[in-house]
């Protein structure tokens, strides 16, 4: 069984920062990418930023110079550190990490449960 774990989400106002944690657990092999989405009420899930495991970066045009990626391999972790957030960042945040599981041979997508990030005055 595994586990995606998210948390640090909550309410700031324009300007400001937050920080994402991601935390995968359970019976893991290894991982490949991990990365953050976002969903806002009535639009699609989109891409906000991936880090592959050797740190190779991707971000959505719309967070790039803002936010900021990044992992602790030795602890299955994926960060998202958030500056300058914008009204428009308002949405719930999801985790995912393309994962192989222990005696298994395949790598698969997971997903976290999601976080909301609220940016309002």
């Known amino acids: 069984q595994v586990q995606l774990v998210e948390s640090g989400g909550g309410l700031v106002h324009p300007g400001g920062s937050l920080r994402l944690s991601c935390a995968a657990s359970g019976s893991i092999r290894s991982i490949n990418t991990m990365g953050w989405y976002r969903q806002a009420p009535g639009k699609q899930r989109e891409l906000v930023a991936t880090?592959?495991?050797?740190?190779?970066?991707n971000y959505a045009d719309s967070v790039k110079g803002r936010f900021t990626i990044s992992r602790d391999n030795a602890k299955n972790t994926v960060y998202l550190q958030m500056i300058s957030l914008k009204p428009e960042d308002s949405a719930v945040y999801y985790c995912?990490?393309?994962?192989?599981?222990?005696?298994?041979?395949?790598?698969?997508?997971?997903w976290g449960q999601g976080t909301q990030v609220t940016v309002s005055s």
């Open positions: 880090i592959t495991s050797g740190g190779g970066t």
């Open positions: 995912t990490a393309n994962l192989r599981r222990t005696y298994t041979f395949n790598y698969n997508d997971y």
